[in-house]
């Protein structure tokens, strides 16, 4: 592989974890971005060159989110630079090791965040490119020097199929990505190729779209069919406990400070996965129970005057419902106040009726205008638009007077993240 290498948009959580391998394996990087951010920060503290400026050796790195016609691409072609999508770098990169991926619609994140700490506790230093920073490495994305490298197959843009590995988790399966995809019947064939690509699949058995793919593999889930079974989940203030089942053997009370039943399932899927290439039940425990997270999934961004605010990632329907549903479980009888904003215009049009239900579990709900994610706006689809169809919201015009006792979170993909700070600051 060659020893320089330049990043376009270097500051993305995709790319930027990729960024953290190369440096720690000693490699030249350097990359472009328009915002200069912690992840940004951190690159360079590491030794990464921030600039727009392509060196003629390199090789050039580009995500999805690129234009085809962005001057630093174009710059890079006339230069003779190799150039490769993220997904092909990320090949490119696991061709080393060897892969252990984690896919799915929802849940991907935390997923192999965990997996990775589970490796690392048990001392099996593997590689990781996760989608989120974990708070127990500070990173997300870091060199191993064992066989082992944990990664996200993203399926929104096809990247999965690029991909071989030893096995792969596959959480659920959702239709989204549509524009990539164009139906439901391409979406599903996508998800059987790819689990064809792995010797072991571990998939969830609740989920009705892979339990009619006939996998094989190894299942788990709440279904008395599933092979690792997930049993007696209770929530218990911010921490899960839960058992899992496996042939005679019953493992109880695991705790993990997670929040929510998906969260459990996650990590079933990890118990199983973990289990079946030796890691010992006394180091699952420890590491579930030191898992920190990962940041902005249910980050909690601080406390003041009896109000706490939290921060999530969730954008589709279905995550929004799972997580309000799951912290009002958690925090009892205090207010919970969503404040979310839409990512996309074209998932706010597409989703717009899932969306109507998605929030019953708040007891005060304000709806921003929509985070375009550069998409360009689809006449009579807005935030305020979303926030009519959605039963006792409040479009978000200015901050809302909170009370002490509320629970706050700010929800969403885009730049909402930097909301729950300013919420704080305006209440001190």
Request: glycine share 8%; hydrophobic share 35%; net charge neutral.
């Amino acid at each position: 592989m060659n020893k320089k290498t330049h990043f376009l948009g270097i500051g993305g959580i995709g790319m930027s974890a990729l960024a953290h391998i190369l440096l720690e394996k000693g490699e030249k990087v350097s990359g472009s971005d328009q915002s200069q951010t912690a992840v940004l920060r951190a690159l360079e503290h590491k030794g990464a060159v921030i600039s727009d400026e392509i060196d003629p050796q390199s090789q050039v790195v580009f995500s999805s989110a690129i234009k085809k016609r962005h001057p630093l691409l174009e710059q890079a072609k006339k230069l003779g630079c190799p150039l490769y999508h993220r997904s092909q770098f990320l090949e490119k990169l696991m061709a080393e090791q060897t892969p252990l991926l984690i896919s799915g619609t929802h849940g991907k994140t935390s997923t192999s965040g965990l997996l990775t700490w589970v490796f690392l506790t048990a001392g099996l230093s593997p590689s990781y490119a996760v989608g989120g920073i974990l708070k127990n490495t500070e990173q997300n994305g870091g060199y191993g020097k064992s066989k082992w490298f944990i990664a996200e197959a993203d399926e929104s843009d096809g990247s999965f199929l690029n991909y071989r590995g030893e096995a792969a988790i596959l959480t659920n399966l959702e239709v989204e990505h549509l524009d990539f995809w164009e139906n439901e019947e391409k979406l599903i064939k996508g998800f059987r190729q790819f689990a064809t690509q792995v010797k072991t699949v571990i998939w969830c058995r609740d989920d009705p779209h892979l339990a009619s793919l006939d996998l094989g593999g190894i299942s788990y889930g709440l279904s008395n069919k599933a092979a690792w079974q997930l049993q007696s989940v209770r929530q218990e203030g911010m921490q899960l406990c839960f058992a899992i089942a496996h042939e005679e053997k019953r493992y109880e009370n695991i705790v993990l400070p997670q929040v929510g039943r998906h969260q459990a399932l996650n990590a079933c899927a990890v118990w199983a996965l973990a289990m079946t290439y030796g890691v010992s039940e006394d180091v699952l425990r420890k590491a579930f129970q030191t898992f920190k997270g990962v940041k902005r999934r249910l980050e909690k961004k601080g406390e003041t005057k009896g109000i706490v605010v939290y921060d999530d990632y969730a954008h589709h329907p279905t995550e929004v419902k799972a997580l309000l549903t799951s912290l009002k479980q958690a925090i009892g009888t205090r207010r919970l106040v969503a404040i979310f904003q839409p990512h996309r215009y074209t998932r706010t049009r597409d989703c717009m009726q899932e969306f109507t239900t998605a929030f019953e579990a708040a007891d005060e709900v304000h709806i921003t205008d929509i985070y375009s994610a550069g998409e360009t706006p689809i006449e009579g689809i807005t935030g305020e638009k979303l926030s009519q169809q959605i039963s006792g919201s409040i479009y978000w015009k200015t901050f809302p007077t909170f009370q002490e006792g509320d629970v706050v979170v700010t929800i969403g993909a885009g730049d909402i993240t930097y909301l729950g700070p300013k919420i704080l600051e305006s209440l001190t």
